[in-house]
């Protein structure tokens, strides 16, 4: 019997044993240590050693306006413990607080709530500084022409008309994108909502759109286009292990940070797949909220025979809306077994599966119904069982639930395990 644990949040674990008769294929080996040296001391190295690079780093700030663009509460970035350190950088070379915004870079998604809000930049910052949610359907948004992605988007006011642009972000596999963070904190962290629609459908259905990939990926390079033309003057960029632990800290300019990033990102993260497993276990770890968890699917159903099965453990923090339930039941009775390839056709010719939900809606529902089909069964304390169903899966109560169900059906398996299938790049 061998024991394993899946990733819930920082704290909490999952732990189970393996029956008798499964045979793990590709284990994870690696301890889950935390880090030595603290996230504060990651950034100012980080900054340290990027300060030849940054354009900012004559001592002639004074005056000029300074925009700080982070990502928002579904992302782990540690921003509340970046900020003061790169803050601090900022006033040492003359800059004024009162020249400095700090721009939540939400895309389609929700604002957040001020204690959220709070939480993701620390109080202090939020009583001190100017703060902006950016909102995709806002009508101050600035028109940016961008013939290298052929299209024209609509950029937030405060982002276009600032001197000096920073980023903050994580690297971090993307069901799409290849990689989150870098440029996306810009195209569609910033951008209007017919752009994020033009640009996120037509391109997610390409055969390069894919997690750990970004040559050849439409999605990815559209994103690094439309973010050079906006303008990055730095990035920082936090690279994770596959515990959720920030490991590094990357900073520079766009292009290079985001780059040297990915490498990182690769060695930390990549999950060398020489053959499919009859057993996937995993947790949708870091994707914990609400339908966000969509993203954690991709890794598992990627690595599986098509005749194996999948046990999904999803730790989302809230339950899932009424009307993403109802759409995907509603798209499973409409279009039957051949629901994926429908869907498919739809975004394949740039439009949304529904015209009045947001984009990460979509998305949400590619993410679920548009891959391969592979038996999965899900554990999810805040999905109830008649959701479960409804979505597709199968209900079990307990992870050792799941895997006593399995047994029947694989008396011998070879088996995957993933503490945390979002932190996984297949190779």
Same mark, same amino acid.
């Given at each position: 019997?061998?024991?394993?644990?899946?990733?819930? !949040? &920082?704290?909490?674990?999952?732990?189970?044993?393996?029956?008798?008769?499964?045979? %793990?294929?590709?284990?994870?080996?690696e301890?889950?240590?935390?880090?030595?040296?603290?996230?504060?001391?990651?950034?100012?190295? /980080?900054?340290?050693?990027?300060?030849?690079?940054?354009?900012?780093?004559?001592?002639?700030?004074?005056?000029?306006?300074?925009?700080?663009i982070? !990502?928002?509460?579904t992302?782990?970035?540690?921003?509340?413990d970046?900020?003061?350190?790169?803050?601090? #950088?900022?006033? &040492?070379?003359?800059?004024?607080?009162? @020249?400095?915004?700090?721009?939540?870079a939400?895309?389609?998604?929700?604002?957040?709530?001020?204690?959220?809000?709070? #939480?993701?930049? +620390?109080?202090?910052?939020?009583?001190?500084?100017?703060v902006?949610?950016?909102?995709? &359907?806002?009508? !101050?948004?600035?028109?940016?022409?961008?013939?290298? /992605?052929?299209?024209?988007v609509?950029?937030n006011?405060?982002?276009?008309?600032?001197?000096?642009?920073?980023?903050?972000?994580?690297?971090? %596999? @993307?069901?799409?994108?290849g990689?989150?963070?870098?440029? =996306?904190i810009?195209?569609?962290g910033? $951008?209007?909502?017919d752009?994020?629609? =033009?640009?996120?459908?037509?391109n997610?259905?390409?055969?390069?759109?894919?997690?750990?990939?970004?040559?050849?990926?439409?999605?990815?390079?559209? $994103?690094?286009?439309?973010?050079?033309?906006?303008?990055?003057?730095f990035?920082?960029?936090?690279?994770?292990?596959?515990?959720?632990?920030?490991a590094?800290?990357?900073?520079?300019?766009?292009?290079?940070?985001?780059?040297?990033?990915v490498?990182? $990102?690769?060695? =930390?993260? +990549?999950?060398?797949?020489?053959?499919?497993?009859d057993i996937?276990?995993?947790?949708?770890? *870091? @994707?914990?909220?609400?339908?966000?968890?969509?993203?954690?699917?991709?890794?598992?159903?990627?690595?599986?025979r098509?005749?194996?099965?999948?046990?999904?453990?999803a730790?989302?923090?809230?339950?899932? *809306? !009424?009307?993403?339930?109802?759409?995907?039941?509603f798209?499973?009775?409409?279009?039957g077994?051949?629901?994926?390839?429908?869907?498919?056709?739809?975004?394949?010719?740039?439009?949304?599966?529904?015209?009045?939900?947001?984009?990460?809606?979509?998305?949400?529902?590619?993410?679920?119904?548009?891959?391969?089909?592979?038996?999965?069964?899900?554990? /999810?304390?805040?999905i *109830?069982?008649?959701?479960?169903?409804?979505?597709?899966?199968?209900y079990?109560?307990?992870?050792?639930?799941?895997?006593?169900?399995?047994?029947?059906?694989? %008396?011998?398996?070879?088996?995957?395990?993933?503490?945390?299938g979002?932190?996984?790049?297949?190779?």
């Amino acid at each position: 019997m061998t024991s394993y644990s899946l990733n819930s !949040d &920082q704290i909490e674990k999952i732990s189970f044993s393996l029956p008798a008769g499964w045979i %793990p294929l590709h284990p994870i080996k690696e301890n889950n240590n935390k880090p030595s040296i603290a996230t504060a001391e990651m950034a100012s190295k /980080a900054l340290e050693k990027a300060a030849g690079l940054i354009q900012f780093s004559n001592n002639q700030l004074m005056g000029n306006k300074i925009s700080i663009i982070v !990502d928002d509460g579904t992302r782990p970035t540690p921003v509340k413990d970046i900020l003061p350190v790169l803050l601090k #950088n900022l006033k &040492q070379k003359n800059a004024t607080e009162d @020249h400095i915004s700090i721009i939540i870079a939400a895309g389609s998604h929700a604002s957040m709530p001020d204690d959220a809000l709070k #939480n993701k930049l +620390g109080e202090d910052i939020v009583a001190h500084y100017k703060v902006i949610q950016h909102n995709a &359907q806002q009508k !101050d948004l600035v028109p940016l022409e961008v013939p290298e /992605a052929g299209m024209t988007v609509k950029v937030n006011p405060a982002v276009i008309n600032a001197d000096i642009k920073i980023g903050i972000s994580s690297i971090l %596999p @993307h069901p799409f994108a290849g990689y989150g963070g870098g440029p =996306k904190i810009l195209m569609p962290g910033v $951008c209007d909502r017919d752009s994020l629609v =033009k640009h996120h459908m037509i391109n997610a259905v390409h055969k390069r759109a894919r997690a750990g990939i970004t040559e050849g990926n439409p999605f990815q390079e559209l $994103c690094m286009k439309i973010a050079e033309k906006i303008g990055l003057d730095f990035s920082i960029n936090c690279v994770y292990d596959k515990h959720g632990n920030i490991a590094d800290i990357v900073a520079g300019t766009l292009e290079n940070a985001f780059n040297e990033a990915v490498d990182i $990102c690769l060695q =930390k993260l +990549g999950y060398r797949v020489k053959e499919k497993a009859d057993i996937t276990i995993c947790s949708t770890y *870091p @994707h914990t909220h609400g339908i966000q968890f969509c993203k954690g699917l991709g890794t598992p159903k990627t690595i599986t025979r098509e005749s194996g099965a999948i046990i999904l453990f999803a730790p989302v923090k809230n339950p899932l *809306p !009424d009307d993403f339930v109802n759409a995907v039941d509603f798209l499973r009775n409409k279009y039957g077994e051949n629901v994926a390839g429908s869907i498919r056709k739809i975004m394949s010719e740039g439009k949304m599966i529904f015209d009045d939900k947001s984009p990460e809606f979509n998305m949400a529902l590619y993410d679920l119904l548009g891959r391969p089909k592979v038996r999965t069964l899900l554990y /999810a304390p805040m999905i *109830p069982a008649e959701t479960a169903i409804k979505l597709g899966f199968e209900y079990m109560g307990t992870i050792d639930e799941g895997l006593f169900s399995l047994k029947k059906s694989y %008396p011998k398996a070879t088996v995957a395990v993933l503490p945390a299938g979002g932190l996984i790049i297949p190779v």
